[in-house]
């Protein structure tokens, strides 16, 4: 990423906990996991974004229950999920858009689903 990309302005938006709340949706959650993935190793990555997602849903009062708030399993699930997705396809192009037009949540489910039964075959 460059300096001063819209990307750019969306992480630190994120980060400095200035996203506006009704933004941030699970879209963003996974521009957010893509964005890391791509400059960060997974581990770090993961540490990353599960710091941040936990931080910002402090700064702005989300509750942490089993209905909304921080999710370990989720947040580890869609980073392995798109961790594999980038992998698969690699990055968009440079000016695209931080999500790929094919990177939907269907496709990527569906890649990682079939990885999975090659690998328990």
């Known amino acids: 990423m460059t300096n001063g990309s819209p ?5 630190r938006a994120f980060e400095d906990c200035t996203l506006p709340f009704a933004e941030w949706r699970h879209r963003a959650h ?3 996991a893509y964005l890391y ?4 190793p997974f581990p770090e990555a993961l540490e990353k974004i599960r710091a941040n997602i936990k931080r910002y849903n402090a700064a ?4 942490e229950t089993l209905e909304r708030g921080y999710h370990e399993t989720m947040t580890v ?3 392995r999920l798109v961790d594999f997705t980038l ?5 968009a192009a440079r000016g695209a858009p931080a999500l790929p037009s094919g ?4 496709r990527v489910r569906a890649n990682c689903a079939r990885r999975a039964s090659k690998s328990s075959s």
Request: net charge negative; proline share 7%; hydrophobic share 40%.
């Open 37 to 40: 993935l791509r400059q960060l």
């Open 103 to 106: 990177w939907t949540s269907c």
């Open 30 to 32: 996974i521009k957010v």
């Open 87 to 91: 992998h698969e396809y690699g990055p």
């Open 60 to 63: 702005t009062n989300t509750p």
């Open 77 to 79: 699930a869609w980073m």
């Open 7 to 11: 990307d750019d302005a969306f992480l």
